[in-house]
């Protein structure tokens, strides 16, 4: 029998937004497809916001965290150790950090994003002493206070209802001044200067691809540049790889070709592999310096996404089998992006790796193109200042032929916009 989805107006928070421009009440899902519950497919160019990297239902995942259920596996641990708990670590020391000469400590901070941007500042104001966060423009780091502090959307800022979010200052990231401003040359003026107001940095935040701001994507020269301004200043460098990381960008870690070595790291999205609430921080060893509980949380650690998390790991990223064929896939995802953006006059394409889309200038026409896609069968989002960035985000596992039939379908809706707007 069907839900009344009036139970959705009446009941639920006025904060929802997926569920607004996507009404389809989805049932189940598998790889890249949704299907709602009279059985009608659609294409998922969303993929969790990232949280889906490997797609819905992958079936590893999915039969070991079964067998975790029926063997009667802790579901809840505080921070116990589990077993769950010791593959995982071991799957992650084994193949992401040995493997790229890393050596971090693993801090689980609770369930989402924003916890471990939270665990982040704290950890670097308790090391340096400092209060000031420089964080920038664009930038998205989570909802709440401290996050939020450091993001620079206004429309999320304004849902803090006045409250303070102090503490930070927001420089202009790569490009956000015009292509003829070096905006490195901008923050180290700034900072050199004892008149500027600009208080010494406890560190910087930023994100290697803003997900959320546009899909502005830093180059490795930026990267390091600004890993070069922290070392000089005594500040810590925090990269935000939530969103643009876990493969998103074509590689584990999405600041791997710039051959910086952050200070920490925030992960969450895609780190269990399975769409589970699961974020963690990682952190140089000498930085460590927490002591037991002196930042905890009861869901600090989520021992089903421990068990997907492990297979993963093991699934994609034992050898660089993985990243070969997303080098062969982001190649046909530029093609298609390029194809859209040619469509639309002044439009660019934006991002790296699998984590494109298309500016097409104007917030007004992307919703259009976006709500049209989705009464073809097509759910994808924007992102942006303006929200005039069509943004791909779907499962790095998505088949290219799902890939070449969700852009027919994005071409498709954009001629028609386009169409009616010139007729208008």
Partial sequence: MANDPSIYERRESAARSYCRAFPASFTRARGSELFTEDGTRYIDFLGGCSSLNYGHNDPDMKAALVQHLAGDGLAHALDFHTDAKAAFLTAFDDHILAPRGMDYRIMMTGPTGTNAVEAAIKLARKVTGRRNVIAFTNGFHGMTMGALALTGNAGKR?????????????????????????????????????????????????????????????????????????????????????????????????????????????QAKSLSGFGLPFAALLIKPELDVWKPAEHNGTFRGNTHAFVTARVAIEKFWKDKSFERELTAKIDLLSGEIQAVADMVEGAKPKGRGMMQGVDVGDGDLAGKICARAYEKGLVIETSGAHDEVIKFLAPLTTPNDLIREGFAILQEATREVLAETAGA
Avoid at 212 to 224: C, I, P, V
């Fill in 158 to 266: 304004g849902g803090a209802g006045g409250g303070a979010l102090g503490d930070v200052t927001h420089m202009p990231y790569e490009g956000a001044l015009g292509e003829g401003v070096d905006t490195l040359a901008v923050i180290e003026e700034l900072l050199g200067n004892p008149s500027s107001g600009v208080d010494a940095p406890a560190a910087f935040v930023f994100e290697p691809i803003q997900g959320e701001g546009g899909l502005n994507a830093a180059s490795d020269d930026w990267m390091r540049g600004i890993e070069k301004l922290a070392r000089k200043h005594g500040a810590l460098v925090i990269v935000d790889d939530i969103q643009a990381g876990i493969g998103r960008s074509g590689t584990y870690f999405s600041f791997e070709k710039a051959d910086i070595k952050p200070d920490m790291i925030t």
